[in-house]
């Protein structure tokens, strides 16, 4: 009998397995979840991203402003001038001006304005000499000495808070130069009256300087009219514009204040709680504080009331009625023949009494502090310098 197992057949059975697809609901609760972790993700990349960028701005506001303040430091380090009045044009020194602007520090504090825009209409303008290679003009002529201006000026841009643009204005002093045209194009200190090329003994006379007003002592600042409600005034650009984007030293500025050392003004103290401060003539609260016994010395707006030597100016100087200025002035308006000031002149005995002019303010300069107060706009920060500079010798 045949084996009925030799001839079977290997039969294989498969089983059919039903799989269920993911329902319409599922769906879009998955693709919900999706999106909202990418949405996260996004978003934690997006302000990283910020974080960094913010940093980066700060970091390049922080080496802009080092760097103008660094700038300023050098310029005040290499002044041709000592800070004292009555300098001699045949010494050939040069001067050294400072301008305090309508708009001070301590107006806009005890205004109750909140705001962190500040003094801006300050000017400093002075001669510095090259401690190594020559200034170079924009035609190519060099001089180890320059005539330079500090200032700020309105942005051209309307930006809130409203800010500024820091300038420095360099002039070449260059006697021997002969040539024909205007400060904008060549950069050469020129008298305004004459159009000559001065030295630093011409510069030493008001007359001579840029942007003074010629033909009338006291020959003052030829201040444009005031452009806005905060009194700031227009920037010193001459009869041209063009040099201004080359002018430029720092933008989105908020803050350009000069301030000078009074030896005699007094610091006085506030009581806050259990703790005593100490505040300086610009501080709000000033003027009711109580003053500190003994203890003087502080930096000041000119024309501040508790500066003793800086509320007013001499009247001999004939600026009375103008910005309050610190002028090294010349000594060549007593013997240059002409009358001009109201005192009586005596070539003999030439007695500080009957001297015909005066100095805005008769006496040395001790020293200068210089604010500088930058706005960042993407991070909205605000950084901010001071620069000290002593006048005093060593």
Partial sequence: MRCILSCSRSVRFERSVSRRGLSLVEMLVALTVTMIMMGAVITVFGFIGDRISGSRAMIETNDRLRSSTNRLREDLATLTCDATPWQRPEMANGFIEIIEGPVTERAIL???????????????????????????????RESSVAEVIWYARPSEMTTNPPTFTLCRRQLLVDPTFTGTGNQQDDDISRSPASGKANSLGDLTMRENRYMHQPGTFPFPVAFVPVTSATGIRAPLTGSSNQRIGEEVILTNVLSF?????????????????????????????????????????????????????????????????????????????????????????????????????????????RGIKVTIRIYEPSSKQVREQTVVESFVPE
């Fill in 110 to 140: 005890n205004s109750g304005t909140d705001t962190i825009t500040g003094d801006c209409d300050d000017i400093l303008m002075f001669t510095i000499r090259s401690r190594g290679r020559p200034f170079v003009s924009r035609t190519g």
């Fill in 257 to 365: 204040d000069v301030k000078v050392f009074d030896p005699m003004a007094p610091m006085k103290t506030a009581s806050n709680g259990a703790t005593t401060i100490g505040l300086t003539p610009s501080d709000p609260g000033y003027a009711s504080a109580t003053a500190a016994s003994g203890i003087t010395g502080e930096y000041v707006d000119m024309g501040d009331p508790a500066s003793p030597r800086f509320s007013s100016m001499q009247a001999k100087s004939g600026l009375t009625g103008q910005p309050f200025t610190y002028d090294t002035w010349s000594f060549h308006y007593e013997h240059d023949g002409i009358q001009q000031g109201t005192g009586t002149m005596d070539p003999v005995t030439n007695d500080a009494i009957e001297r015909e002019t005066s100095p805005p303010f008769p006496f040395p300069l």
